[in-house]
């Protein structure tokens, strides 16, 4: 079992960033791949980003590719997103998830945190 935690939301305006935090418990953090999906009002979730469990490998979407890095910190227990020049459609509910691989379907992702709300103002 693993409980996510995202941290880090808020108002930001357009051309701002803003650093999410993921924190996960549980011994067995580095075994998993981690992603960050969101999901804009009267939307559906989307994938945002992916890493491996060993944080070699890092897949985006393309509306994000440039703008946004995932990391991860497996001593730490934690996964960060990175986001730059934010843009007012980047609003929505941010959401860490685990999963057993990396893929970009939140069906096959395993845990997912209660999500975080990020605000872009134009």
């Known amino acids: 079992q693993v409980q996510l935690v995202e941290s880090g939301g808020g108002l930001v305006q357009a051309g701002g960033s803003l650093s999410l935090s993921c924190a996960a418990s549980?011994?067995?953090?580095?075994?998993?791949?981690m992603g960050w999906f969101r999901q804009a009002p009267g939307k559906e979730r989307e994938f945002v980003a992916a890493i491996t469990s060993s944080g070699r490998n890092t897949y985006y979407a393309d509306s994000v590719k440039g703008r946004v890095t995932i990391s991860r910190d497996n001593t730490k227990n934690t996964v960060y997103l990175q986001m730059n020049s934010l843009k007012p459609e980047d609003t929505a509910v941010y959401y860490c998830t685990a999963g057993s691989g990396v893929y970009n379907t939140d069906r096959l992702y395993d845990y997912w945190g209660q999500g975080t709300q990020v605000t872009v103002s134009s």
């Open positions: 549980g011994r067995t953090f580095s075994t998993y791949a």
